[in-house]
């Protein structure tokens, strides 16, 4: 962790890293640990978590551990593109669900990453890293690629210029060959990928796109490779993001939109 | 709105106010009607907007309206008894839904109210104000009645010598006839509401306990007033409420808390 705690920066970007130190494996921290993670000095950590709590932005755990508070939860499901999106999915989803009993994924766009906005998955379904809230990389993961695909030139760039991690033996890092797939799931709205993220699950994605012609997310249904349910899984996963994206003011006709 | 801009006030609480103006029905805001529901001026507004922004808590939209950020979302998903919640009552919820085709709701005690954090309900089940993020008072709703009557005696007092506020024509609002359907609730761990807060609409609801005996959610059913489908819901929403109890370690035998 960075330590910035430099007398330059402001008191609203120190209480950003305060709520910000917190991270789906670190999802409750004592002040100590609060304290080592933003680099900020222990009467400030405790005064912005006073002031925190008392907003109920933060949660005081019986056991004095600190916790994301439910008004902050609360204030979070007013995002645009999360709970009403996540409603408007949530039918297809339980029938893609139901049909292939493996993992379902709703993803958006954040920064240079896709977010898991709903998921649906059964006990017994392939282990998988992925959680609500969680994020996933553009370059090779079938979300990201179907929404990399419909983003403007200058995040596609930024991203195929930047660290392109390998995940697996499978993860496709070469800038030229990505460039190829993505025109391909710009002209298809799908997006196939085999092992690139994970050994042995094979993700099958789709463009959700609404009534402007902007793909505003994705849905994906993760496979055991080279089981036969990834044919049988792309034509449901397009008709579902046809379905949602219908819902969404999307007609048949209407140009998709690329950035 | 009351106006808060006094000098003593700290960055903090100001950057907390900001973020605390998005509100369900207001959820996205120009700079004016921030300013205007802030009580603060132009010049910190802007500049908080600003860091807000660049730190992703805030969006701004292409025709320049400000929206919570996707980030503040994410970190929202990090509370305690939403997400997790949410996920283990999901299969629950679409069961009971699937049987009765209703509103079915999932909520959690938030300061003196109930905070809804999941719903499952149809484009044609009865009309109904509540969404997820949404809140419901205590006193005179389903999931209130049984999260309250499970609450520790201080907030039972507070909200039973507070402004109980007749909804309907049906809302109870003297402290002792609500005290005993408090007792009741608390023995039978669950409630039923006849038309007390939406005429029309009666709420049947069961609380759902953890491993150590905490009542830390309540789910409902809301059918039609007088519709057969209320004595129907009844068996099936406690059964409900018991296996997501389960899940949650709670066994048969595990003493129920209060408070």
């Known amino acids: 962790m960075p330590r910035t ?3 330059g920066r402001s008191v609203s970007s120190r209480l950003l890293q305060v709520l910000f130190a917190f991270q789906p494996e670190e999802s409750d921290l004592s002040l100590a640990e609060l304290e080592r993670k933003t680099g900020l000095p222990h009467a400030t950590v405790r005064r912005l978590v ?9 949660n005081r755990r019986s056991d004095g551990r600190l916790t994301i ?14 709970e009403s999106l996540r409603t408007t999915a949530q039918p297809f989803m339980e029938d893609l669900y139901t049909a292939l009993h493996q993992h379902v ?22 282990g998988l890293v992925s959680q609500v809230g969680g994020r996933l990389p553009l370059h090779c993961s079938g979300v990201g690629k179907v929404l990399l695909s419909h983003a ?14 390998r995940y697996t033996p499978q993860t496709t890092i070469d800038p030229e060959a990505l460039r190829r797939e993505l025109a391909e799931c710009r002209r298809t709205g799908t997006a196939t990928v085999h092992e690139e993220l994970t050994p042995g699950a094979d993700s099958v994605a ?17 496979v055991r490779s080279g089981s036969v349910k990834q044919q049988a899984a792309l034509p449901s996963v397009i008709a579902s993001g046809l379905g949602i994206s219908r ?5 048949p006709g209407i140009k998709i939109r690329q950035g």
Chains 1, 2 share one sequence.
Do not use: F, H, Y
């Not at 508070?69 to 999360?82: F, K, V």
């Not at 709703?106 to 379904?125: F, H, W």
């Not at 819902?247 to 007609?251: C, D, F, H, N, T």
């Open 69 to 82: 508070g439910l008004r902050l939860w609360q204030l979070g499901t007013l995002a645009p593109l999360t």
């Open 5 to 7: 705690s430099e007398p």
């Open 105 to 126: 994924q709703l993803a958006v766009l954040e920064g240079q990453e896709a977010v898991v906005i709903d998921r649906l998955s059964a006990p017994k379904a392939l």
């Open 50 to 58: 006073m002031e925190l709590t008392n907003a109920g932005a933060l």
């Open 206 to 222: 789709a463009r959700i796109v609404d009534g402007e012609g902007r793909a505003v997310a994705a849905l994906s249904v993760i």
């Open 152 to 165: 403007g030139d200058e995040l596609v760039e930024s991203v195929l210029c930047g660290q392109l991690r």
């Open 247 to 251: 819902l969404l003011g999307w007609r």
